[in-house]
């Protein structure tokens, strides 16, 4: 089982449409948690952090499951601009070698 | 402001070719990183520096080398270059050591050994 799993996708929605997608993380220790954002062949983008209490960013809310041991992120009225591939970030311990990436999913607003 | 600059963006390597991938960052940043990303899998740490003067490998450090020039410039060398080394390479940096501030990547290195 991979340490951290994401639905590649694509997940094709209209525009203004509310999407959510689910990571799963395996260890149970994972301490913290993140998303980031990469558009086509280009560099990933730190989209938000992802607290225990749930967090929100304008149209973007992120949530932990410490108990199924899984983040979430929802995108509410998507827009265009929000295709991208969305990378789920796992920490399970301190120090840099203990970030875990997901292979991310992929979203495709469509007009 | 640049930002995390990668030197080259693309590159053909022969099997058994040597080659340096350069990265400097101009945000002061004490940490560095070289990721690895491939088709279906999450970026892949090769190696990392905590700060000036320190190296440490990563999840994928075979293959490859790192120097720490000086704190803005960090590179990767591969030695003899293996088609299993053809990715997409991102170097990074952070403004702290702790695994929780946010990485800033650079724009890319692809890679391709044939």
């Known amino acids: 089982r991979k340490e951290v799993e994401q639905d590649p996708g694509p997940f094709n929605v209209p525009e203004g449409a509310t999407v959510a997608f689910n990571c799963t993380y395996s260890?149970?220790?994972?301490?913290?948690f993140f998303w980031y954002r990469q558009d086509c062949r280009k560099e990933p983008k730190l989209l938000m952090s992802?607290?225990?209490s749930g967090n929100e960013d304008g149209r973007f809310t992120a949530q932990l499951n410490r108990a199924s041991q899984y983040i979430s992120l929802l995108i509410r009225d998507s827009k265009l601009s929000d295709s991208a591939t969305y990378l789920c970030?796992?920490?399970?311990?301190?120090?840099?070698?203990?970030?875990?990436f997901g292979s991310g999913t992929r979203l495709q607003v469509q007009p | 402001n640049a930002g995390v600059t990668q030197t080259p963006k693309f590159q053909v390597l022969k099997t058994g070719q040597s080659m340096t991938l350069q990265c400097a960052q101009d945000?002061?940043?004490?940490?560095m990183y070289w990721y690895r990303q491939d088709p279906g899998m999450g970026l892949r740490l090769i190696y990392y520096?905590?700060?000036?003067?320190?190296?440490d490998k990563g999840e994928v450090p075979n293959g490859y080398n790192v120097s720490r020039l000086n704190k803005r410039e960090f590179s990767l060398r591969l030695e003899s270059a293996a088609p299993s080394q053809t990715s997409v390479y991102f170097c990074?940096?952070?403004?702290?050591?702790?695994?929780?501030?946010?990485?800033?990547f650079g724009n890319g290195t692809r890679l391709t050994v044939t």
């Open positions: 260890n149970s220790a994972s301490q913290s």
């Open positions: 992802v607290y225990s």
């Open positions: 520096s905590a700060s000036e003067g320190t190296t």
């Open positions: 970030v796992v920490n399970k311990g301190t120090g840099r070698r203990a970030l875990t």
């Open positions: 990074a940096s952070s403004e702290a050591r702790g695994s929780n501030s946010p990485l800033h």
């Open positions: 945000m002061n940043h004490n940490s």
